[in-house]
């Protein structure tokens, strides 16, 4: 299907149809974003961290959560409560970091406005949710 297929078929579709992605984009969508995710969490541990406690801190997520490097993005509650598992409150600095790389390497979103008091994990889902009706709608 041409790019211009996509579009006249985006004017013609109903609401619903508009809402849910195609499955190719879909999968792109989530790559792109799976991408995004690990490179703002490598950024925002290479921020704080040196070389040697950041992949200290990737072998640990790895062996004592099961979290490898590649699949944070896959399991960010998982993440969210393994980071808190390993630096209690300290975790929310590296959170916070983690969220401005985000930010950092989408620059087109400058503000995302949250409402309320937001937990990581709900910031990064529907951070996802909004970019993915910006850039896959």
């Known amino acids: 299907m041409n790019s211009e297929t996509k579009i006249e078929k985006r004017l013609n579709a109903t609401f619903l149809d508009i809402v849910c992605l195609e499955k ?6 989530e790559t792109y974003f799976n991408r995004l995710i690990n490179e703002a969490t490598d950024s925002a541990f290479s921020s704080l961290l040196d070389n040697v406690n950041k992949q200290a801190l990737y072998h640990t997520l790895s062996t004592r959560f099961g979290i490898s490097k590649k699949n944070i993005s ?64």
């Not at 409150?89 to 959170?95: D, N, R, T, V």
């Not at 390497?105 to 990064?124: A, L, Q």
Request: hydrophobic content about 45%; overall charge negative; glycine content about 6%.
């Open 24 to 29: 190719e984009e879909t999968i792109q969508q």
């Open 74 to 137: 896959s399991n960010i509650e998982g993440f969210s409560n393994a980071l808190e598992q390993i630096f209690g409150q300290g975790a929310y600095l590296l959170e916070a970091c983690i969220i401005r790389a985000l930010h950092n390497k989408m620059p087109i979103i400058k503000i995302f406005p949250v409402h309320g008091k937001v937990s990581f994990t709900e910031y990064v889902e529907s951070f996802c949710k909004f970019f993915s009706c910006i850039f896959f709608q």
